[in-house]
């Protein structure tokens, strides 16, 4: 079994920006990838999601227009360009790998059902 390995994680003020970076320790074939977050006291919840055939993405509402997602083919790493940080956005932020779905749609995209491969975590905090 793989690992998927966070980077870029921090403590920012409010409006600020960061990056965070998913590589695995393996090669994969995968059919998407996404980021999801879990704040203290609440469920994890998908943040966006890339699939890596035809580099399509989805978003969570309360990030559309803040938060971009995208991918390295080359390098199998993934991306998730955050700005205008808000306190709301503190949390834990995972990645995740899918190797497979029946959902063409994409529909469950921030289902952890639809995963099968998690990082460890990287620390988000955004200060007012």
């Known amino acids: 079994q793989g690992q998927l390995m966070e980077s870029g994680g921090g403590s920012v003020q409010a409006g600020g920006s960061l990056r965070l970076s998913c590589a695995p320790s393996?090669?994969?074939?995968?059919?998407?990838m996404a980021w999801f977050r879990r704040a203290p006291g609440r469920q994890r919840e998908g943040v966006a999601s890339?699939?890596?055939?035809?580099?399509?993405?989805y978003y969570a509402d309360s990030v559309k227009g803040r938060f971009t997602i995208s991918q390295d083919n080359a390098k199998n790493i993934i991306y998730l360009q955050m700005n205008n940080l808000k306190p709301d956005d503190t949390a834990t932020y995972y990645c995740?790998?899918?190797?497979?779905?029946?959902?063409?749609?994409?529909?469950?995209?921030?289902?952890?059902?639809?995963?099968?491969?998690w990082g460890q975590g990287t620390q988000v905090t955004v200060s007012s």
């Open positions: 393996g090669t994969y074939r995968s059919n998407s």
């Open positions: 890339i699939y890596t055939d035809y580099g399509r993405t």
């Open positions: 995740a790998l899918s190797y497979y779905s029946d959902d063409p749609e994409g529909e469950a995209w921030g289902q952890e059902y639809e995963y099968h491969l």
